[in-house]
């Protein structure tokens, strides 16, 4: 049942009708069935997985807070954690090690098939988070396991984020909510909003994408297209969903964290991090970046650098390495596979070269005169950090790392735009279709680029529609209804989200 279906529609309508029919008492319990009755729908014998986790991570968090000594303590929560990490690595990672077994010793180690629960990179970090915020004693302990259940599979937020902290979700899931007009007009407004992103960018940008890289030596004039064409196909499916899934909390009252903030008006690869999947990027920053920050090893690394290399290596050169440690885990998360640990070291490297040359680039300016508010200059930092992503995008989307490279090396060795023309768009395989698909794709662009702009400069674009008059109102909505099947792409063709499956 993805959630671009019109079952997932009906679903969501059925849920929140009866969610609001019941005394407040009752409603988080009603939240706790229909996310059970919507995974046992996606697969019933897969929740054994979501049980797991959630009963062995409720479990070690009410012995973690009847445990006063330290030392057991860190064994529960080591133990905790290598458990639910265990599964993750097993189910997600098995393949990937056999093959490169398989590489290293010429072996022939069958293939193992396993069925990916739903969701289950996202429950599995939102949980661990919980789990290290009570051994850290930043969180209390939930003795409900019912209540912590649904913090663990609260169903918008399970199908692909964004990742919550217990503090500041699980409150809002077990309070009673009362039907508010205007909360749930804005709501609509915004699944509206990411249905567009998805059905109308990204699934028309899907040909294009698929093509430009699943054909990549039919196509080598196009390489440089292709990246860009990702990128908005990536950008308006992830965010689209997210949209979709933060609109879907809301009908029920719950307003979850943002995960997108206009990451293509990023001025630097670190900056960008902040405004993409943020709600991964705190994780990452929370419970690896600052832990081996100020681990002992690291203290260690830290004083040789500075016996070694001087104060501004030894206060530069750590914090680079626990970026890209970082970043390697980040690709490891995105999937199993060398092109994901290229993505993820790739980023990481960046921003830690870019950590320790902050300096340099700070006195360049200077000398140079170019001043903070500049515009020219920050329109080139723009341009600049946009180029660097869409090179990141060559790792994420093509099947290996040396795909990655020989198309990185035809958008600059190979120009032909007119082959755009020539490539399928639709299920019929015609050309027909094409220029209509290209003209599509940059009308959505033109328009998203339109909202992220005012967005950017503080505007509330949803609050603004819904203060113009009735009529006004109501024709922006049609409007956007009428856009869905008119400039969108059927999803049975398309197929669901792309983070579903993670």
């Given at each position: ?62 012995l973690l807070a009847n445990e006063t000594d ?162 908005l196909q990536l950008y308006g499916d992830f ?264």
């Open positions: 049942m993805s959630i671009n279906s019109l079952a997932f529609v009906i679903f969501v309508i059925l849920a929140a009708a009866v969610y609001y029919l019941l005394p407040g008492k009752y409603q988080w319990l009603w939240l706790l069935a229909a996310s059970y009755i919507y995974y046992f729908a996606n697969g019933r014998g897969l929740v054994v997985f979501l049980l797991s986790t959630t009963v062995t991570t409720w479990y070690a968090g009410i330290d030392r057991r303590r860190r064994f529960i929560t080591a133990a905790t954690l290598i458990l639910n990490f265990g599964i993750l690595g097993v189910l997600k990672y098995t393949n990937f090690f056999i093959f490169n077994v398989n590489q290293i010793t010429r072996g022939n180690i069958s293939f193992v098939s396993f069925a990916l629960p739903l969701g289950i990179s996202f429950y599995t970090f939102q949980s661990m988070g919980y789990l290290l915020d009570v051994g850290w004693r930043r969180q209390e302990a939930e003795r409900n396991l019912l209540k912590f259940a649904l913090f663990v599979s609260f169903f918008p937020q399970i199908l692909q984020g964004p990742i919550a902290r217990y503090s500041s979700l699980a409150g809002q899931l077990y309070e009673e909510h009362r039907v508010d007009m205007a909360r749930m007009e804005r709501a609509c407004l915004r699944i509206l909003w990411g249905f567009l992103k998805k059905m109308v960018i990204a699934d028309n940008a899907l040909y294009f994408v698929n093509a430009l890289f699943d054909e990549f030596q039919k196509y080598p004039g196009l390489a440089i297209f292709a990246a860009g064409a990702y990128s965010s689209g969903g997210i949209d979709v899934v933060i609109g879907i909390g809301a009908l029920f009252g719950i307003e979850m964290d943002e995960n997108f903030r206009q990451p293509y008006f990023a001025v630097s690869i670190s900056d960008f991090w902040h405004r993409w999947h943020i709600t991964l990027g705190t994780w990452m920053k929370d419970y690896v970046f600052y832990p081996i920050s100020l681990s002992g090893w690291m203290d260690r690394f830290k004083k040789f650098c500075r016996k070694r290399f001087g104060k501004q290596i030894a206060r530069t050169l750590p914090i680079a390495l626990a970026n890209i440690i970082v970043f390697l885990v980040v690709g490891i998360w995105h999937g199993a596979a060398w092109k994901y640990i290229a993505y993820g070291f790739y980023n990481g490297l960046i921003i830690g070269v870019s950590g320790m040359l902050a300096n340099v680039f700070r006195d360049t300016k200077k000398k140079l005169g170019i001043a903070k508010d500049q515009v020219g200059f920050h329109l080139f930092q723009v341009a600049r950090t946009f180029a660097l992503v869409n090179i990141s995008w060559y790792f994420d989307r093509a099947d290996t790392v040396g795909q990655a490279f020989a198309m990185m090396r035809n958008a600059v060795t190979h120009f032909s735009p007119a082959a755009l023309l020539t490539i399928p768009v639709g299920p019929g395989g015609s050309t027909n279709f094409t220029v209509v698909a290209i003209a599509i794709i940059l009308f959505g662009t033109a328009v998203l680029f339109a909202v992220s702009l005012l967005r950017e400069r503080g505007c509330d674009v949803a609050l603004r529609i819904m203060q113009m008059p009735a009529a006004a109102r109501l024709a922006v909505y049609l409007v956007m209804l009428m856009a869905l099947p008119a400039l969108g792409q059927p999803p049975a063709i398309t197929g669901g989200f792309i983070y579903a499956q993670f």
